[in-house]
């Protein structure tokens, strides 16, 4: 079964930045779409960026376009989300998903990491 394994989450302060990383193995790098999710205590999972159609394309959530970069790495099997001017309010679970077939529908991802811890202290 293909692993994901999240790293880079923390505790910052609002306006701060950090990198997630997402190694995937051979088996769970790929499909149409990759991800970045997050979920909030007390709130439902959201999308936080896709990369999809051989990386063509990137899709952001309103809530960080023009703060998060994501990127990937085809060599190494790396997901990337480079977060900038971080807000309190980012500050949730995040989750790296790949093989997913929509670019916006976390239902149909099929490989899901643990997660890693994001917090942004005001």
């Known amino acids: 079964q293909g692993q994901l394994v999240e790293s880079g989450g923390g505790s910052v302060q609002a306006g701060g930045t950090l990198r997630l990383t997402c190694a995937a193995s051979p088996d769970s790098y790929g499909g149409y779409s990759m991800g970045w999710f997050r979920r909030a205590p007390g709130k439902e999972r959201e999308r936080v960026a896709s990369?999809?159609?051989?990386?063509?394309?990137?899709n952001y959530a309103d809530s960080v376009k023009g703060r998060f970069t994501l990127s990937q790495d085809n060599v190494r099997r790396m997901l990337y989300l480079q977060m900038s001017a971080l807000i309190p309010e980012d500050s949730a679970m995040y989750y790296c998903?790949?093989?997913?077939?929509?670019?916006?529908?976390?239902?149909?991802?099929?490989?899901w990491g643990q997660g890693t811890q994001v917090t942004v202290s005001s």
């Open positions: 998903a790949t093989n997913c077939v929509s670019p916006i529908d976390e239902h149909t991802c099929g490989n």
């Open positions: 990369i999809y159609d051989r990386g063509r394309y990137t």
